[in-house]
């Protein structure tokens, strides 16, 4: 069974993003960032902390809490623990892991001066991230890839609209089915 304690984290301001497509982010430079101020990402304000269960392990909990086990969800787990530089697969049975309470409206972030948008999902290929994209953008045509990378793999985040206002992304929240984060729906 999960021990389940709730701890808050910083309440740092989060690090606007520099571009639409910025550079690949190197996993050194995630971890110096510290949780939940990874460019573009979602802000986590709050995780609980897991105990990993020695069967099943980090999917496991992650299936748990978010649905699925996919990209999406190693990508926000590696946010709240920036200090995994292993995959989450191989962390052992009976370590401590802190996973984001997130919700709908949190997956909404700063798009820098220019609004805001919406974290839809990380994708490990950018065929599938093309595919997701491009069916988004039927609806919100400003929608868009990031590129980054964790431990020399790529990935490539998708990001709904550029909204002009934090409220107006909040409106397409109400549309929105988050298919890779189906805890949320």
Do not use: C
């Not at 980090?58 to 590696?78: Q, Y």
Request: net charge neutral; aromatic share 8%.
């Amino acid at each position: 069974s999960l021990v389940r304690t709730e701890l808050p984290v910083s309440d740092a301001p989060p690090i606007k993003p520099a571009a639409a497509l910025p550079a690949p982010t190197t996993s050194a430079a995630m971890a110096n960032q510290g949780t939940a101020t990874v460019a573009g990402m979602p802000r986590i304000a709050n995780t609980r902390i897991v105990t990993i269960p020695r069967e099943g392990g980090v999917p496991r909990i992650a299936a748990e809490t978010f649905g699925l086990w996919n990209e999406s969800a190693r990508d926000l787990i590696h946010l709240a623990n920036p200090e995994f530089s292993a995959s989450l697969e191989q962390v052992a049975g009976g370590t401590f892991l802190k996973i984001p309470t997130l919700t709908r409206e949190s997956l909404i972030v700063d798009a820098g001066g220019s609004g805001a948008r919406i974290y839809y999902g990380t994708f490990a290929s950018p065929e599938e991230a093309q595919t997701e994209l491009t069916g988004l953008q039927r609806i919100w045509p400003n929608s868009q890839i990031q590129h980054a990378s964790r431990n020399g793999t790529a990935l490539y985040r998708v990001f709904i609209g550029n909204f002009a206002s934090r409220q107006e992304a909040t409106a397409a929240l109400e549309s929105l089915w988050f298919k890779h984060l189906p805890a949320l729906n």
